[in-house]
């Protein structure tokens, strides 16, 4: 990746930001800080690796990624029409009636939704299935999936490990979504959620542990879980929640509220878009 | 004696010869392929068919993804689990967004027997009732079985198919055609009419000549579909029968019976009797005991559209 390459993905990530801080502050309601805190994963996969075509969001042959951490629309929503799969202005529109743009992913209304998701754990045995569609038919395309680090609570997600170990699931790579923070606190503090990596790698997942909001270290994991054969992996991204807002990094009370007016410009300001 | 075969049996079979004429039929199971006769299908087409383990939300789900990739996956286990333990991944994974999965579920019931009542399924007719877009289907015979499995692969989204584990005599044909909605009149009659399914549809046949011996001649349908429900067959049984019997091996709450009269409150409304399981669980037994017990046979069926006759105007 050349300075210009990583450059410009930046750009990317700081005008998705911008998305993510517009569409919930007009929203008035909505999930920041798990947003947020996967803006380069999202940025990594849409404009450097992943292939698809926006004019045709349903060509067999795409990769595919889901949101399985659902609640953290506002950044797909960003990325999608970043992409190309819808007009940027149509963001505005989240959450309101009549709108394609769903409180959480809705597959049938939204180009480039790959799943529909909002509860939580089912989006690995999802993407699990068209991994194993993608291995029936001799395809060649990726999945990959985005899980929260709080999501990973749900035994379905375990239920799923499993299976993906079990086929031999090289054809998907899971990212998750390390920012250590659920609504009602620290994860670990939660429900002693703690060493996904151990997790992961002991259920027989090839594991790696990058920086998530780092490009190259992003791109190296994926080439990584790419040239792994006969199982599937998992990219453990340490991130921060909230992440390039100031006053909500690290704050568990940017779950799930949107920014005021005031507090959005302060926002669009730190990113440089005010 | 003509043999009777279990709707399970016929499930399996069927999903073989499907499996023939459509490559995009996958088929997963739950640790159950020997119990719910998906082993067939897994030993013809084995790399079409996926063995998830003990875990019904995971392959629900998994199920889900396939269908997104053009697949026509069935899923199958024990009623109890195929709507209890994945309910909310049938809701959201597969059907809010409508995607083209079958959820073929066997032993449901009572009639599973000695199990006891963890496994024996009365409620999930209701809690697919409920789902928007769920198509319900509960075959009444072998013959009806196939046509079900037949008729669900036909139709693009999700569909419940409720089977049972205990032999059951011949009510159709082979060549049997299930049109998706249309119940059947099996007999005529202009007292009362019997609206049964499943298992429930030969005893109300046997409760109809039961009826016809004393002189009270009952029109009996058959619900091979529970939703869409056949409300132009309801009507036409309240206004030219005036009474109506339901009989299912289900919650007298939420299954067959309450379709139907959600239909007859609305549009026709006539004295009704319910013949199903009343708000308990069940137990272990032999399948005939426990007929007798939760008030499931003929004689029941009998006894219920004689109250119903009586309060005709």
Same mark, same amino acid.
């Given at each position: 990746m050349t300075d210009q390459e990583r450059a410009a993905l930046t750009d990317r990530a700081r005008r998705i930001r911008g998305h993510i801080i517009k569409m919930l502050a007009a929203a008035g309601s909505g999930h920041p800080g798990g947003s947020l805190s996967a803006v380069e994963i999202l940025t990594f996969l849409y404009f450097r690796r992943m292939r698809y075509d926006p004019k045709n969001p349903q060509w067999p042959d795409r990769d595919r990624f889901v949101l399985s951490k659902g609640h953290a629309a506002p950044v797909l929503y960003a990325t999608l029409a970043e992409a190309g799969f819808f007009p940027v202005e149509t963001l505005t529109t989240l959450r309101r009636f009549g709108s394609i743009l769903q409180g959480h992913p809705d597959m049938k209304k939204t180009p480039g939704v790959e799943m529909s998701t909002g509860s939580l754990g089912q989006g690995l045995s999802a993407a699990n299935g068209m991994a194993l569609a993608g291995k029936l038919d001799k395809k060649d395309y990726r999945v990959y999936v985005l899980l929260g680090d709080g999501e990973i609570e749900e035994g379905q997600i375990w239920e799923a490990a499993m299976t993906a170990v079990h086929y031999k699931l090289d054809n998907l790579?899971?990212?998750?979504?390390?920012?250590h923070l659920q609504i009602d606190g620290r994860i670990e503090e939660v429900k002693s959620n703690t060493d996904p990596v151990g997790r992961f790698r002991s259920f027989g997942w090839h594991v790696l542990e990058v920086d998530g909001h780092d490009f190259a270290a992003l791109e190296r994991a994926v080439d990584e879980a790419q040239a792994t054969k006969g199982k599937p992996t998992m990219i453990v991204a340490h991130t921060v929640k909230g992440k390039g807002v100031s006053f909500m990094e690290n704050q568990v009370g940017w779950h799930g509220t949107a920014p005021k007016?005031?507090?959005?410009q302060k926002a669009l300001a730190e990113l440089g878009l005010a | 004696m003509i043999q009777k075969i279990a709707t399970r049996d016929a499930y399996g079979q069927a999903l073989v010869k499907l499996g023939r004429e459509n490559p995009n039929v996958v088929v997963l199971d739950a640790d159950l392929s020997k119990s719910t006769k998906t082993a067939g299908f897994a030993k013809e087409f084995p790399e079409r068919f996926f063995q998830m383990g003990i875990a019904e939300a995971d392959m629900? $789900?998994? *199920?889900?993804?396939?269908?997104? @990739?053009?697949? /026509?996956?069935?899923? $199958?286990?024990? %009623? @109890?689990?195929?709507?209890?333990?994945?309910?909310?991944? +049938?809701?959201v994974s597969i059907a809010y967004p409508h995607l083209n999965v079958k959820i073929a579920a066997t032993h449901a019931g009572i009639t599973v027997g000695e199990d006891g009542a963890s496994h024996q399924s009365i409620e999930d007719v209701? +809690?697919?009732? =409920?789902?928007? #877009?769920?198509?319900v289907l509960s075959p009444a015979d072998a013959a009806d079985a196939e046509a079900a499995v037949f008729a669900a692969a036909a139709v693009e989204g999700p569909v419940y198919l409720r089977f049972g584990r205990e032999p059951m005599p011949v009510i159709f044909p082979p060549e049997r055609k299930l049109i998706i909605g249309k119940a059947d009149r099996l007999k005529e009659g202009t007292e009362a009419t019997i609206a049964a399914t499943g298992v429930m549809t030969a005893v109300a046949l046997e409760a109809a000549e039961i009826l016809a011996s004393r002189g009270r001649m009952v029109r009996v349908l058959n619900f091979s579909t529970i939703k869409p429900i056949d409300g132009e067959a309801i009507v036409?049984? %309240?206004?030219?029968?005036? %009474?109506?019997?339901? *009989?299912?091996?289900? $919650? /007298?709450?939420? #299954?067959? #019976? $309450? *379709? =139907?009269?959600? =239909?007859?409150?609305?549009?026709?409304p006539v004295p009704m009797e319910f013949v199903g399981v009343q708000d308990r669980f069940g137990q272990s037994g032999k399948p005939a005991e426990l007929m007798k017990e939760y008030g499931l046979t003929a004689e029941d069926i009998v006894a219920a559209v004689e109250r119903a006759i009586a309060r005709k105007r």
């Open positions: 790579t899971a990212f998750l979504d390390y920012n007016p005031e507090e959005a | 629900t $789900s998994t *199920a889900a993804g396939l269908a997104t @990739c053009g697949k /026509i996956p069935f899923i $199958s286990t024990f %009623a @109890c689990f195929a709507t209890g333990r994945n309910f909310d991944q +049938l809701r209701a +809690l697919m009732r =409920v789902i928007p #877009g769920m198509i036409a049984a %309240a206004r030219e029968t005036g %009474a109506i019997v339901t *009989a299912e091996e289900h $919650s /007298i709450i939420g #299954g067959l #019976g $309450s *379709a =139907v009269a959600e =239909v007859v409150v609305k549009h026709y």
